[in-house]
């Protein structure tokens, strides 16, 4: 996972045109309203629901789009019904990859998706043919500019936290998907710097990608998190930042 979330973090550097800011809206505005349909409006009790909107005010948007979208899962406002749907498949080099999507046309979006794993050397596979290498985690990145690991270490460890290492800048701590919040609280009640917090699937193995299929691999999962039904894409890819750096600089 450690290729994977450096390269996030790459992508996140180079910054977003108006255009990707706009499709991360719409993405994390579908994950609000479908948290709300099936936990309720009120972040304090849905913690899918609180999550979202956590999400969303990191990416500053506004509060009355947030409170538009919670209002739709409700039931207050008219709004779409989606689906929530996992597809699995492989990228270049055998990397697994989970694709999960919110969608109100299953068979759109099943072609949509096979076809770009088809262009750009992958394909799709039978439901559960992939997702048994992934274990759900909540995972906390913390600035390491700002905190000692040991003094860090205490703190997460104490507050519930099942793991703790170092990935360039920052640290990134592993817990229990129902304990990050907790994790979480304790962190920000010690002043420590949180930089992002989210539920996510962690391989439990990772598959080393070098040479022409490293880009191959990371424009597979590009062209999949463009698509409009696409919320998260996952993957068991370990590609060396020297690698990911070079690719990047392409």
Known sequence: MSGHSRWSQIKRKKGKTDVQRG??????????????????????????LKAATETAR????????VKRAIQKGTGELPGESYEE???????????????????????????????????????MGA????????????????????????????????AGAADLRRVEKSFEITTAPGEM?????????????VVEAEVTFVPQSTVRVEGKDAPAVLRLIEALEELD?????????????????AISAA
């Open 58 to 65: 990191a990416a500053n948007m506004p509060q009355e789009n």
């Open 181 to 193: 919040d907790a994790v979480r609280a304790a962190l920000e009640r010690r002043a420590v710097p």
């Open 127 to 158: 439901s559960g043919a992939v997702a048994w290498m992934f274990e759900r985690k909540g995972v906390i990145r913390v600035d390491a500019d700002k905190i000692g690991e040991d003094d860090l270490l205490g703190v997460a460890l104490d």
């Open 85 to 123: 749907i996992a597809y699995e498949g492989y990228a270049p080099g055998g990397v697994a990859v989970m694709v999960r999507v919110l969608t109100d046309n299953r068979n759109r979006t099943a072609s949509e998706i096979r076809h770009v794993f088809e262009k750009h050397g992958g394909h």
């Open 23 to 48: 499709k991360l809206f719409s993405k994390i505005l579908r994950e609000i309203t479908v948290a709300a349909r099936h936990g309720g409006g009120d972040p304090k009790v849905n913690m899918r």
């Open 229 to 245: 039904d696409v919320q998260s894409v996952y993957a068991n890819y370990d590609i060396t930042d020297e690698i990911l750096e």
